[in-house]
């Protein structure tokens, strides 16, 4: 059973920044994509930015030129770079993984923005 744990959520001034990492317990190579998505309270779980195998990623609009994600493949660890962070990027963060017949998610990490 493939196991994701997310770590480095917290409290963060607006203007802040924060790295959130998921640590996978096999061989991130062996996933299609990750990615990080997120869910404040009232709303649908979104899509922050994703990164395929190959090396190619995305991002949500209202992330791109503040979020960065990348990956240790020696470590197995997905990280998601924070910049400038801003009130509506409070929310549970989820770290997700896609194989060729299942998907796994990871127990998620609060991230608030609150001066």
């Known amino acids: 059973q493939v196991q994701l744990v997310e770590s480095g959520g917290g409290l963060v001034q607006p203007g802040g920044s924060l790295r959130l990492s998921c640590a996978a317990s096999?061989?991130?190579?062996?996933?299609?994509?990750m990615g990080w998505y997120r869910q404040a309270p009232g709303k649908q779980r979104e899509l922050v930015a994703g990164?395929?195998?190959?090396?190619?990623?995305n991002y949500a609009d209202s992330v791109k030129g503040r979020f960065t994600i990348s990956r240790s493949v020696a470590k197995n660890t997905l990280y998601l770079q924070m910049n400038s962070l801003k009130l509506d990027d409070t929310a549970v963060y989820y770290c997700?993984?896609?194989?060729?017949?299942?998907?796994?998610w990871g127990q998620g990490t609060q991230v608030t923005v609150s001066s």
């Open positions: 997700n993984a896609v194989q060729v017949s299942r998907d796994y």
């Open positions: 096999t061989n991130i190579f062996s996933f299609n994509t």
């Open positions: 990164i395929t195998r190959g090396g190619g990623t």
